[in-house]
């Protein structure tokens, strides 16, 4: 069965940084676009980027570009999520999904 599992996140100062870090198994992970979604309290989940198969491609929400960079390593079937310069409305619950799989997220607490 298809899983996911998140690990990364944590408590950050204002300006600093975390890397998520998100490894599937169970499905053929190199030929699947990676998404990465947060969901902070009372506010609805919001999609904040994507990486296809190759990673040649990225999308950014603009709330996270120019701070975030998505990458991954096929061999690995694992989807990285590097967050520079957080700020504390980066606090939210962190999930990686493929398709329709979800993983169990890691929560993620900036301080101001």
């Known amino acids: 069965q298809v899983q996911l599992v998140e690990s990364g996140g944590g408590l950050v100062q204002a300006g600093g940084s975390l890397r998520l870090s998100c490894t599937g198994s169970g499905f053929a992970f190199s030929y699947y676009t990676m998404n990465w979604y947060r969901q902070a309290p009372g506010k609805e989940r919001e999609l904040i980027a994507s990486?296809?198969?190759?990673?040649?491609?990225?999308d950014y929400a603009f709330s996270v570009k120019g701070r975030f960079t998505s990458s991954r390593v096929n061999a690995k079937n694992t989807v990285y999520l590097q967050m520079d310069s957080l700020k504390p409305e980066d606090t939210a619950m962190y999930y990686c999904?493929?398709?329709?799989?979800w993983g169990q997220g890691t929560q993620v607490t900036v301080s101001s």
């Open positions: 990486i296809f198969p190759a990673g040649s491609r990225t």
């Open positions: 999904n493929v398709q329709n799989y």
